[in-house]
């Protein structure tokens, strides 16, 4: 059986090729408290990258994209399944916490997945890859938190197993513009960078 071409870096989106995916978009990341603790994150999530997730979610659904949720969660209650990183920053959300629930603004629908991740990359603690190539899909468009750390990690880690990794430079935000900025330039080279419009006239 044939195999489909190799897609170009910049070549328009496919859908029946393609997965939306939303990282750590969840209750226990971005809540109303952040405002005060991490004002920089709180606004620009508020105000750009969530309603950008929420504009590529509902071209994604109704463009037949497959769509992928993944959220810090922890298999066990005391969290000794995690990465050591996730240990040493204090990261435990427990199965079925608030803190582990996708957040309201772009909940999963229908039979949307969403998977349980305790590492930076959802390559490294999830089933993603296996669900990629058992569905046939071949490109990812990444969002979600943050920037430069679990987005950053998952785009070059895609890339390396042979996805094509798209970033929305809209639909994705941390801690400080320079730290977005930066975190852009720096795994640029890794995937293709469009604004959430640019994606959205392609695959809508």
Known sequence: MSRPAPLDRDAPIDPSRTALLLIDVQKGIFHPGAAEARPYFHKSASEIAVPNMVRLLAAARSSGLEVVHTVIQSLTADGRDRSLDYKLTGFNFPPGSREAEVCD????????MVLPKT?????????????????????????GFLTDQCVDHTVRDGADRGFRMICP????????????????????????????????????
């Open 105 to 112: 603004e772009v909940a999963p629908q229908g039979d949307e």
């Open 169 to 204: 430079i809209d639909a994705c935000t941390t801690d400080s513009r320079e730290r977005h900025e930066n975190a852009l330039a720096a795994f640029r080279g890794y995937c293709r960078q469009a604004t959430t419009e640019e994606l959205v006239k392609e695959f809508s």
């Open 119 to 143: 590492s930076s990359s959802l390559f490294n603690s999830t089933i993603f890859e296996y669900l990629l190539r058992n569905i046939g899909l071949d490109s990812v468009i990444v969002t």
